[in-house]
């Protein structure tokens, strides 16, 4: 990220809130470690990074990438009760212990497979650990549907429209003062088993074309929300996520690119991202100055969108 001197205030109302966003970089530990090292800033190093979270599956795209800071060749990674209650391994004296964050928790202290051995009653290990980067070729499922949906909490309302081939997607914020149809959320079931909605006002139009697969209307989705989630669009509210509009479009574009890259291959579908990705690494030696922990959560929340549903955001509008 630049650096910015800010001596004065006046100074710092002057700035886009993508600048106010770097210059509070303190605030943001992964993107102040990825600064100060300097490890994923050639292409040719982020492209690796970004490999090996697209095969990480069975970890948020965050807590893949703490593993692979903390140790690139890992292959499976979990913690000293589930290696002995489910594979019947036990960790090797002086093994190394790697650090992500836990669930509704702090940290927790996870081990690869390498630092393990068997104990008194080991097992067979499954494929993702002896084979954890298999390659794969899939289909998107309900994660399309699903993702439509879970984007209503945001007020995202996702349209298909008839386009031209070359056509993909777009996502525009929704000007305030054409008072826009509200999105109905799916809250839950009433003691009928009916379903509850919540009104959303909608703020933002997100537009793909229905001429395209499954596979590519739900990569365009990605890409989209992926600017959003990023900031690239501003945010109704800092504690959703940041405001870091003023970004350069080759910043918003790799940022999108990679998180579209990410989902995708971490759900086995082809998408034009890995082609972006890869071309960008034999063209140029080092990549923009892009947030390694802004494409890592939004990476992760539109994961979620895919395979769960999510509940209404607690906090109002800022």
């Avoid at 439509?148 to 386009?163: F, T």
């Avoid at 972006?276 to 990549?287: A, D, F, H, P």
């Avoid at 947030?291 to 539109?302: D, F, N, R, T, V």
């Amino acid at each position: 990220m630049r650096e910015i001197d800010i001596k004065q205030k006046d100074l710092f109302d002057e700035l886009t809130p993508a600048q106010t966003w770097d210059a509070e970089v303190t605030k943001h530990a992964i993107d102040e470690l990825f600064n100060l090292a300097k490890k994923y800033h050639s292409s040719s190093s982020y492209w690796e990074l970004m490999r090996f979270i697209a095969n990480f599956r069975y970890y948020s795209p965050y807590n893949a990438m703490l593993v692979h800071i903390q140790m690139p060749g890992a292959r499976y990674v979990a913690p000293p009760h589930r290696w002995e209650r489910e594979y019947g391994r036990k960790i090797k004296p002086n093994a190394r212990p790697l650090v992500i964050l836990q669930p509704m928790g702090p940290v927790m202290f996870v081990f690869d497979v390498s630092d393990t051995e068997e104990g008194l009653n080991p097992k067979a290990l499954p494929p993702e650990v002896e084979k954890p980067f298999e390659v794969r070729s899939g289909k998107v499922g309900s994660e399309l549907e699903r993702t439509i949906e879970n984007a209503k909490r945001d007020g995202v309302q996702i349209l298909s429209r008839r386009e031209a081939s070359q056509s993909a997607g777009s996502i525009i914020k929704k000007n305030a003062q054409s008072r826009p149809e509200p999105l109905f959320f799916q809250t839950g079931k009433d003691g009928q088993g009916k379903p509850v909605y919540t009104s959303i006002p909608t703020r933002y139009t997100l537009l793909i074309n229905e001429n395209h697969s499954r596979e590519a209307r739900y990569a365009t989705i990605v890409h989209e929300l992926a600017h959003l989630y990023c900031g690239h669009l501003g945010t109704p509210n800092n504690k959703w996520w940041p405001d870091r509009r003023g970004l350069p479009l080759d910043i918003r574009e790799f940022e999108a690119e990679s998180v579209a890259y990410l989902i995708c291959t971490r759900l086995g579908i082809d998408n034009p991202s890995e082609e972006y990705l890869s071309n960008y690494v034999g063209k140029k030696q080092e990549i923009p100055n892009i947030s390694l922990e802004c494409i890592m959560k939004a990476g992760g929340l539109i994961e979620d969108m895919g395979r769960k549903s999510l509940k209404p955001r607690k906090d109002k509008e800022g």
